[in-house]
């Protein structure tokens, strides 16, 4: 089974915060660059945050710069995604994924979805941002 297991959603107060982690699952995640993805009913899967290989670049949407931090525990196989002054249009069901094409990030902006390859997905972890 070669796939990414997306915990550490849950309910929280417009303001506060969540650490979402994303832990490998038959492969070594320190090897890919990892993308965080989320998605709402109804809109297109949309690219949240992106954290290379070793020490290349980490980047983010403009929605969530200043309040995400993307990080790695390669001891534990695991990409971290700590959210904080949690929106609620930060509302959704986010995912994680590996890219097979490259190790290294967009500096800046989102992952993109097209034109690049993503894979080893898991089932996500919902996040409800209350008003």
């Known amino acids: 089974q070669v796939h990414v297991v997306e915990s550490g959603g849950g309910l929280v107060k417009s303001g506060g915060s969540l650490r979402l982690s994303c832990a490998g699952s038959g492969f070594t995640l320190d090897d890919y660059a990892i993308g965080w993805f989320r998605q709402v009913p109804g809109k297109e899967r949309e690219g949240v945050s992106c954290?290379?290989?070793?020490?290349?670049?980490?980047a983010y949407a403009d929605s969530v710069k200043g309040r995400f931090t993307a990080s790695r525990d390669n001891a534990k196989n695991t990409v971290y995604l700590e959210m904080n002054n949690l929106k609620p249009e930060d509302t959704a069901t986010y995912y994680c994924a590996a890219n097979l094409e490259t190790v290294y990030c967009r500096p800046n902006g989102p992952p993109r979805l097209r034109g690049s390859t993503w894979s080893y997905w898991g089932q996500g972890t919902q996040v409800t941002v209350s008003s």
């Open positions: 954290i290379s290989r070793g020490f290349g670049p980490t």
